[in-house]
């Protein structure tokens, strides 16, 4: 049986991205782990549409006045396209 830290290691996401994953599509951790790794396994389409998700929440969290999630948002996204190679994406 895997545990959700396993699970983690499989979908080559942090936790934080996974987090930020599973509040955008209002999901559990678990299975914004699953679906995380299917994104940043499609460099194609699933990278560029988390880069995407990530700015959209960024602007929300902006928009709605709370700096610290929007910045903290920024920081996962920046990893993120550092860590998929994803600078053209999003």
């Keep these: ?3 959700y830290v396993d ?3 499989f979908s080559e996401l942090d936790e934080d991205e996974i ?3 599973a509040a955008h ?3 559990p951790m678990i299975v914004a782990a699953e679906m995380g790794s299917y994104l940043v396994h499609d460099d194609a389409n699933g990278v560029p549409r988390f880069c ?3 700015v959209a929440d960024i602007r929300a969290a902006r928009a709605s006045g709370h700096p610290e999630r929007a910045d903290h948002l ?3 996204l920046r990893h993120f396209r550092h860590t998929h190679h994803a ?3 999003g």
């Design 52 to 54: 995407r998700m990530l």
């Design 74 to 76: 920024r920081v996962v």
């Design 25 to 27: 599509e209002h999901i």
């Design 7 to 9: 699970c983690v290691g």
């Design 87 to 89: 600078s053209h994406a």
């Design 19 to 21: 987090e930020a994953l």
């Design 1 to 3: 049986m895997l545990s």
